[in-house]
């Protein structure tokens, strides 16, 4: 349990099962935090982790223990939630284009919020929305990016991103929060 990474990936690629548990227990939080941002509920977000794990463990021997292990740990960890999205996409050809461009979330609603009740919200998102948001928002993917991860039209990653924005809008007014005088924009 105590033992550094570069020892339990030395475990692991001679597919020691309690280095393969270590390793998991190690990093289990962490990128379940990724997951969650791509799923709707914890137990989903597991089954995502835990297919990310298998993921690692069969391939853990392509690892050249160059660059952060936590890095490409966290990118097989990405690349699985995206195919899970993707596995379950069903994105809208026609679209709405009257959401209003930019939606706004003002300075004051920004500081009532907690971290915790803005991720609650953005959980709250439909699944195919959630993920473009969280993709552009969060993670800072291009429009033209998120098409070409998500297989989806530039024009349909544009609408779920103002379709999110429009959704997390009508929450925090609905959560009785006043907007204050000065917006600030989610780009």
Known sequence: MNSN?????KGCKKRHR??????????YGKMLGICMR???HREEATDVL???FLKVFQSIST????GSFEGWLARIVFNTSIDYVRSRAKYREVMDFN????QTIEAQI???LYAKDLYTLIQSLPENTR????????DGYKHREIAEILNISTNTSKWHLANGKKILKQKIEKLGLKPAKQGIKIN
Do not use: P
């Open 63 to 66: 690892y050249k223990n160059t």
């Open 131 to 138: 993920a473009v948001f969280s993709l552009y928002v969060v």
């Open 18 to 27: 309690l280095a393969q548990k270590y390793l998991y227990q190690r990093f």
């Open 50 to 52: 835990n297919r990310a």
């Open 5 to 9: 990474i570069q020892e339990l990936v």
């Open 99 to 102: 959401i209003e461009k930019d």
């Open 110 to 112: 920004i500081e009532e």
């Open 38 to 40: 791509y799923t709707s």
